[in-house]
């Protein structure tokens, strides 16, 4: 009689082994987009990157005990080296970024109390950097208060969406950080007169969203509803464009893979989100998901996923390069000794 389980596997073993070779293939082909820069000195998670004048910014870091790192570290493509800057002004960490003309501006953010146990607590300072001179300025404060905001930067104005702060203006300073709830306020500073209007705001509040400018439009993608702490909130899915000439919001198609606290890029009109965070009451966890949303077709497409996954990383793009930079490669803990942060510099050819 045949043994059954002779041939059974011999069944499986055909498949068993074409799964393998084609596990075997995408794993050759999907790195070979990929290469590694020269790590960062200093690994931590909650950085911001920004490319300005053909090199890579990346600020903030932070430390157990949230404490803020405030580093500033500039890295060179040509020589494939870092340089240390100035320490930003203001130990804040979760600020919004963007770059215009050559300057990187930084808004809001979250700080320590003065005393009494450690907490968030909503920042409205903003500043401008200038690269050249390696130098700091305080610039109008931002009307209200908040963190995990987006800045997006457009015709000598910068937009400040969304983000997290404390519900009716909450004065307790011994409250946790996830009473920090999202907002969909839209802010915009002007450079020139250094003063700030309101535009229509966005119709989904969330944090930790990513955002990017394509064709005179601003995208807000994904990102986490309700609060600014991930185990108190939902990622979402939600793409929403905002028109500047009408002031208007319009929905768009959801990003395949929801999720918050991603770096991102724009590389010839498209919108790059890679990596980010996820939470549940059983697992932990960050992506390697690498996606790229088209505009102009209202799309999305899968890129080669990151060598390995981080959230709260720097991202940006030089030239046809997303640079994907530190990061933690696990779901927040921010403990002393389950910190798992990253010093890993990822390359990828967007060609």
Known sequence: MTNPCKIIAATLLPLALLLLTAGTA????????????APIPQGAEEVYGVAAGGKMYVFGGLAPGWKSIGMVMEYDPASNAWTRKKDMPAYQH????????????TFGGYKLPDSGPATWI???????YDP????????APVPQARGSANAVAMNGKIHLIGGATLPFEMKDTKFHPNRNVSVGTHEVY??????????????????????????????????????????NALNVDIVEEYDPATDQWQLKAPMPTPR??????????????????????????????????????????????????????????IGDRLHLISGSVQSGTNVPGLATNSDRHDILNLQ
């Open 94 to 105: 979760h600020v919004a970024v963007t770059e215009h003309n050559g300057k990187i501006y």
């Open 26 to 37: 995408w794993s050759q082909s999907a790195p070979s987009r990929w290469t590694q820069g």
């Open 190 to 231: 002007d450079i020139a007169s250094n003063s700030w209007s309101t535009r229509s705001a966005l119709p989904t509040p969330r944090n930790h969203a990513a955002a990017g400018l394509a064709n005179g439009k601003i995208y807000i993608v994904g990102g986490r509803a309700g609060s600014v702490f991930i185990p």
């Open 260 to 317: 918050s606290a991603a770096a991102w890029g724009v590389h010839n009109g498209k919108i790059v989100v890679a990596g980010g965070e996820i939470r549940h009451r059983d697992f932990w966890g960050t992506y390697t998901t690498v996606e790229s949303y088209d505009p102009a077709t209202d799309s999305w497409s899968r890129l080669a996923p990151m060598p390995l996954p981080r959230h709260g990383l720097a991202g940006g793009v």
């Open 122 to 128: 909503p920042l409205n300072t903003a500043w401008e």
């Open 132 to 139: 050249k001179n390696d130098s700091w300025r305080a610039l």
